[in-house]
C-alpha cells in the first residue's frame, strides 16, 4: 500500500511513477484525494456534532432540576443522534471506497529502473560458460526420462498436467539441492522457518496478492465460516507475514528468515512449445529467503540477497545471469527485482530461477508491520524484502541439460555429492 501522505503532497509524480509500470492511474488518485478530503470533513463533523451531543447531555439534567422545558432539546438530541449515525455509515462507506482504491494501487518502481516491460529489462552480468556439445544433446524431459529420475506420466495420472513425480536418484538430486541450499543460508546467519501450507486471507493481502489476485492460487473451502483458506503460491506469502500487527524493535532488525515449502500455483501460465517437462507447473519446491530490514538498510539487504542467490547458482557450476528488470516487468508489489535467470541449452535461452526483489514498505503499510527507533522512538514502517534460493523446478533441468555426457548420463556437480552418498554421476540402469 502506498503513503496517502506521499500522494497528497505530490500526486502528479504518483502518476508519473504508476506510467512506469504500465498503470494509469490518474483517475483513481484523482478519486483518492477526493474521497481522503471528504473523509476528513466528515470526521470533523461528526466530532462537531459529539461535541455538541455532550454538551447538551450536560446541560438537560441541570435544566430538569430548574423545571424547565427542554423538549426542544430532546428534539434536537435525537436529530444529532439520527445525523451521527447516518454520518458513520457514510464515513465506513467512503473509507472502504478510499481502502479498496489504495489497496489496487501497486507499488512505485525504484527512481533507477528503466519504464516499460520486457523489452527494457538489462542484462547486468552473465556467470560461468555457455556449455558446447560434439553431440546431439538431448532436452531435459527425454534424459530424465531416459534415466528414469522424472516420472511425468504417472505424475499427470495422480494429479492431472503439470505434475510429476521425483523418482530414485531424481528424487534424491532434488532432495541434495534443498539441503545445500538450506545449508548455505544457515551458515549465513538465516532462521529456518517451517510455517503452514494453507494461509488466511490476510496473508495473501499483506503480501499484496490480494484482492487483485484471487483467482491465481488454489482456495481450501470448508463449511465453517470464516474458515476459507488458499494453498501458499510461495513461502514469501507466509514469511512477510510472520510479523502483521507488530511493532519491532530496531535493535532485532534485520530479521532474516528462509522456509522450504512446495509452491502451489493454479495458473501456471500460458505453456509455450518449448516450456516441457519441469519448466513450468502447478507445482515446485523452493527455498525462500525474507528480510525485515530498517529503511537505511533496505539496499544493502536487496544487495545481499541477489548476491546470496548468484553463489547459489555459482556453486553449482552453471552457466547463467543476472538480470534487473524494468518497471512494467515487476510484480505489482516491488519497488525493483533482480532476476537470476538460468541457461537451459534446448530452449536456447533462459529461465528465471529467483527473483531477488525489494518491497520497500509497500508490504509492511498493507500488514501493520513496524519498529521503533532506538534513538528518538518513534515508529516507523519496516522495509520487506524476499528472494528465492532457489527454485530447484529450473535448476533440475539446467543441470541435466548443462551436465549431460554423449552416453545420456548426467554429472551431480561437486556441491551436491556429500548429500548423495559421494554419487557422481546419475547413469541409465542396465
Known sequence: MLDIKRIKDNPEEIVRLLKYKGRDAENEINRILELDAKRRSMIQATESLKAEQNNVSKQIPILKKEKKDISDLLVRMKGISDTI???????????????????????????????????????????????????????????????????????????????????????????????????THIADGY??????????????????????????????QEDEPGRKRFLLPTAETALVSMHRDEILDEKDLPKKYIAFTPCYRREAGSYRADERGMIRGHQFNKVEMVQYTTPEGSDEAFAELVRKAEKLVEGLGLYFRTVKLAAEDCSASMARTYDIEIYIPSMGGFKEVSSASNARDYQARRGQMRYRRQDNGKIEFVHTLNASGLATSRVLPAIAEQN?????????PEVLRKYMNGCEIIRKAT
Open 85 to 183: 449515525k447516518e454520518n458513520d455509515q457514510l464515513l465506513r462507506d467512503v473509507e472502504s471506497e478510499l481502502r479498496d482504491l489504495m489497496l489496487d494501487l501497486p507499488n512505485l518502481p525504484d527512481a533507477d529502473l528503466r519504464p516499460g516491460g520486457k523489452e527494457n529489462n538489462e542484462q547486468i552480468s552473465a556467470t560461468g560458460t555457455k556449455p558446447e556439445f560434439d553431440f546431439e544433446a538431448k532436452n531435459h524431459v527425454d534424459i530424465c526420462t531416459d534415466l528414469g529420475i522424472i516420472d511425468y506420466p504417472r505424475g499427470a495420472k495422480l494429479a492431472g498436467s503439470g505434475f510429476w513425480v521425483y523418482r530414485g536418484l531424481g528424487a534424491r538430486l532434488e532432495w541434495a539441492l534443498i539441503n545445500y541450499f538450506i545449508d
Open 191 to 220: 532462521e529456518l522457518l517451517f510455517v503452514p501450507h494453507m494461509l488466511n486471507y490476510d496473508s495473501g493481502l499483506t503480501a499484496g496478492q490480494f484482492p487483485k489476485f484471487e483467482d491465481d492460487v488454489f482456495w481450501v
Open 404 to 412: 549431460q555426457l554423449e552416453d545420456g548420463s548426467v554429472v551431480i
